[in-house]
């Protein structure tokens, strides 16, 4: 990079956008900051204003910093030019169509929302490969992908690792009952509160099959999934001729989000020590148990159904999970409501952006009836 990267990041409050703060409070000489875009908490939004000075903010509630334009929408954002890159590091459906609009606007994305790929993944691959704009993923499997290929049309399959999250070695009848509290201690990574509880279901390794059959173009059947509970092996591919490589580091976000905002080049930035094989003494492989982790399945099945199948997984699984966390409804039953909603799926092969959205909506209206209706033992006035 010789000159300052133009960035802005959408999504800056969260667990991705903090950290990649973090990062280019390391890497300072080498980005300028657009903007920063927030959602409700203001006040860490101010404080980031205050501290990296971008030129605009947006939050979806009323902000005001001293110097620094406040924007009326997420497009303002997208469709600006002076922007090199945005990080889209919001979680949920939000990312999507200010992701569109960059996209067609030139500008480069480092991913970091799944739901862009997930609900749209068709339309979004096609649009960035129209516009020649590269999407470098931020998720530390696909990440790892994007580092190991060389020729992609060499490559033969995806190896995705998972670190089975806090349930692995517990019984099938302790994770039915288990917990809000203990389903959001994962073993491995500091992250939000909806996609902790998507690792403890695999679901969080569903969605992401789904997004490397997207940005890499594979079939779903040479997209393989593996346990691997160090998370040191971040993921791998196999080339033709049998040779397997794979990406491996310390299990750190900072990683992952330093490589998408400053690929192709390479800086020493927030790493905090050295790498030793002897420290981590052993890694270990296993077959996940689809029968305790039937969500990885699902995933699989609403990924080759294709068109809106993969929208109506998500919106369904995401209710599920806000259900979940609201103490609603057991963790086993999000997969059982999830698996329903994809049965009753009346699936359109090609969508378009707006009947992709009508059909979250739909699905998510669906969910929260039934999950009144039939779960939710506590609920009153169900429509
Ligand atoms: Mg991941």
Not at 94 to 110: F, H, M, R, S
Not at 258 to 263: F, P
Not at 295 to 301: P, S
Not at 303 to 328: H, I, P, Q, R, Y
């Amino acid at each position: 990079m010789n000159k300052r990267r133009k960035i802005s990041i959408i999504g800056s409050t969260g667990s991705i956008g903090t950290q990649a703060l973090e990062v280019i409070d390391k890497l300072r000489d080498k980005f300028e900051i657009i903007a920063l875009a927030g959602g409700n908490n203001v006040d860490l939004l101010k404080e980031q204003a205050l501290k990296f000075n971008p030129k605009y903010v947006y939050a979806a509630k009323p902000i005001e910093v001293g110097g620094v334009k406040v924007l009326e929408s997420l497009d303002d954002i997208a469709e600006n030019k002076e922007n090199d890159i945005i990080l889209v590091a919001c979680s949920g459906k939000v990312g999507l169509k200010p992701t569109l609009k960059a996209i067609e606007n030139g500008i480069d994305i480092a991913l970091a929302n799944k739901e862009t790929l997930v609900m749209a993944g068709d339309i979004v691959m096609k649009k960035a490969k129209e516009n020649r704009v590269n999407i470098i993923p931020v998720d530390s499997e696909h990440c790892a992908i994007h580092q190991c290929i060389k020729d992609i049309s060499q490559v033969e399959k995806l190896i995705i690792t998972a670190s089975g999250g806090p349930f692995l070695h517990k019984s099938q009848e302790e994770m039915k009952n288990a917990t809000v509290e203990q389903t959001l201690k994962h073993p491995r990574w500091n992250m939000g509160r909806k996609i902790t509880v998507d690792s403890a279901t695999l679901m969080n390794k569903g969605l992401e099959i789904i997004e490397a059959h997207h940005l890499f173009g594979f079939d779903y059947d040479v997209i393989e999934v593996v346990i691997h509970p160090q998370s040191v092996v971040h993921s791998a591919i196999e080339y033709v001729d049998g040779s397997v490589i794979a990406q491996i580091g310390l299990p750190s976000m900072h990683i992952p989000i330093q490589y998408a905002i400053t690929y192709p080049d390479r800086f020493e930035g927030i790493k905090s020590k050295s790498f030793s094989f002897a420290d981590i003494a052993r890694l270990d492989f296993e077959e996940p148990d689809f029968d305790k982790f039937p969500t990885v399945k699902l995933a699989y099945r609403a990924g080759k159904m294709g068109g809106t199948a993969t929208a109506c997984l998500n919106a369904a699984n995401e209710e599920s999970v806000f259900a979940f966390l609201d103490g609603k409804i057991k963790l086993f039953q999000i997969y059982e409501i999830t698996k329903l909603m994809l049965d009753e799926h009346e699936l359109i092969k090609n969508p378009t952006i707006d009947e992709i959205f009508e059909v979250d909506k739909q699905v998510r209206e669906k969910v929260k009836k039934l999950i009144c209706k039939k779960y939710d033992v506590n609920a009153v006035n169900c429509l």
